[in-house]
């Protein structure tokens, strides 16, 4: 009957004998006595050729032999467990790497957008701000343009009146001036004399008969 035991060793010097056949006891569920039963596997000196395919198999060796081919794919099988591990977690590095890559080319370019716009924003508000300003300065410039046409204006109409005025009362004196007779005194003299004498006063220069 056979049995089947593992044994785990870090390196073939860690697989002690004893340790062997206890386990190989347990496994196969009898009662081996160890150094009874070692004997049997002990070299006894020089047998007799059995045959040219016959080979002695010390059990010792080949349960170090077993072992250490155990140990050794263990030993490959954990190796290239380690390095799937590193790979995997040196891709979810670069996949973490590029996401924060990507995050932060996003939140950079948000970043010059609204540095843009508030610029611009900026630069309508002072276009805006100059073109009120502008509109009124033409405004006050006109409104002084009007204020000084209607000054001017208006002080030429009173100088023209103030002209015609002197005007209209030179000819009115010199009308005056040139009357022989004031038709105020011969209203006057007409009431102070009789009706012939009336008509005699009205025609100046007239002789009169005694």
Do not use: C
């Not at 204006?153 to 209209?168: I, L, P």
């Amino acid at each position: 009957q056979g049995a089947h035991v593992t044994i785990n060793a870090r390196a073939e010097e860690d697989v002690e004998p004893e340790l062997i056949m206890e386990k190989v006891a347990k496994a196969s569920g009898a009662n081996y006595n160890f150094h009874k039963e070692s004997s049997k596997f002990q070299d006894s000196g020089p047998q007799a050729p059995v045959g040219s395919v016959y080979q002695k198999t010390n059990a010792m060796s080949e349960i170090k032999r077993v072992n250490k081919d155990n140990f050794w794919a263990k030993a490959e099988k954990d190796e290239e467990n380690r390095r799937l591990e590193e790979r995997r977690r040196a891709e979810e590095e670069r996949l973490r790497l590029e996401r924060e890559r990507r995050q932060r080319d996003l939140q950079e370019a948000a970043g010059r957008e609204q540095r843009y716009r508030a610029r611009a924003s900026e630069i309508e508000a002072q276009k805006r701000l100059q073109q009120q300003q502008e509109a009124e300065n033409r405004d006050k410039e006109q409104q002084q343009w009007k204020e000084q046409a209607e000054e001017l204006e208006a002080r030429q109409q009173k100088g023209f009146r103030r002209s015609e005025s002197v005007e209209k009362a030179q000819e009115a004196a010199s009308l005056i001036a040139q009357r022989a007779v004031n038709p105020r005194d011969i209203f006057m003299q007409r009431e102070k004399s009789g009706p012939g004498d009336a008509v005699a006063a009205a025609q100046p220069g007239t002789a009169q008969t005694p």
